[in-house]
DNA sequence: ATGGCTTGAGTGTCAAGA
């Protein structure tokens, strides 16, 4: 089964890939983020009509997010949460539910994020992420005390370490590679999720998100961004992980393409 | 080099992304 996460930048014009994808990988559980979409423009009976339950949380513009699981195996999502509870945020950066087997056995909580930016360290954007982030792991902590079967994926805008930065001297404490930003994922680590693209050999250089600026993708100048992090439950069963850079090669791609993590449930 | 693309909003041009 096939977990994923796939920052889109605008559902509205990314809508054709992402049927695409969902034919090509059927994904049992999938997490975006940047739908761009207010609730009532969101393409819930096209989604349907993939074979999908779906479940969505978006504003005007910015933000927004969308929990998608293959109605083949899966009830639709349950105990659905829409931001932090412990963090009141008018972005719709958050979603979780839980999902259910058809047959009724409890497979997973699955939540998906869109992690603030922070434009630039040292900024009111950066504190923003700061407080968020640090809100976000207090939330993450009561939710594993419930939910020992947790996958949090999402567009984490932090490299988690150099190996995911094409040129980290040119990042060196900057936005998305601070040692802050560091931190923070850190403490989710210690609270027992697991970095599912390291749990497995790893080709050199993968990325998942290249700026659309000086032809960032053709050069691979690119940085891992987007994760799959698992509770140590879902650890143990997970048998594969990688990135799929097939969608950022099509005509007006998104700038991030999806991770992906399979997982025996 | 603070640009360089892309999107949404909205019709001129800017904010925001990463």
């Given amino acids: ?13 990314r809508l054709p890939h992402l049927l695409d994808w969902l034919v090509t990988s059927r994904p049992a559980m999938l997490g975006l983020q ?32 969308a929990l998608l699981v293959d109605a083949a195996h899966f009830q639709p999502p349950h105990n659905v949460q829409i931001n932090n509870p412990l963090f009141p945020d ?15 056995k409890k497979a997973m909580r699955l939540i998906c994020g869109y992690i603030p930016n922070g434009s630039e360290v040292g900024s009111e954007k950066f504190d923003y992420k700061r407080r968020w982030l640090t809100a976000c792991a207090a939330w993450i902590q009561q939710e594993l005390v419930t939910h020992p079967r ?22 060196h404490e900057k936005i998305l590679c601070s040692t802050a930003e560091r931190q923070h ?39 891992r961004i987007d994760l799959i992090l698992l509770s140590a439950e879902l650890a143990a069963a997970c048998t594969a992980s990688g990135i799929d850079a097939g969608p950022r090669r099509l ?7 999806p991770v992906w993590a399979d997982v025996r449930l």
């Fill in 90 to 104: 008018d972005q719709a950066r958050l979603i979780a539910a839980d999902i259910y087997a058809t047959q009724g």
């Fill in 185 to 223: 994922l850190e403490a989710l680590f210690k609270l027992g999720l697991s970095d599912a693209y390291r749990l497995h050999e790893q080709p050199a250089q993968q990325y998942s998100w290249w700026d659309y600026r000086e032809a960032a993708f053709r050069r691979n100048r690119g940085l």
């Fill in 150 to 171: 947790l996958a949090f994926v999402g567009d984490f805008n932090i490299a988690p370490d150099d190996r995911d930065v094409h040129d980290p001297a040119l990042w």
């Fill in 34 to 65: 940047e739908t761009k979409l207010t609730d009532d423009k969101f393409p819930q009976k096209e989604i349907e009509s993939a074979g999908y339950h779906v479940v969505f949380a978006g504003q005007p513009t910015y933000n927004g997010v």
């Fill in 251 to 257: 005509e007006k791609p998104s700038d991030h393409t």
């Fill in 1 to 13: 089964m096939k977990i994923a996460s796939w920052n889109v930048n605008s559902l509205r014009v």
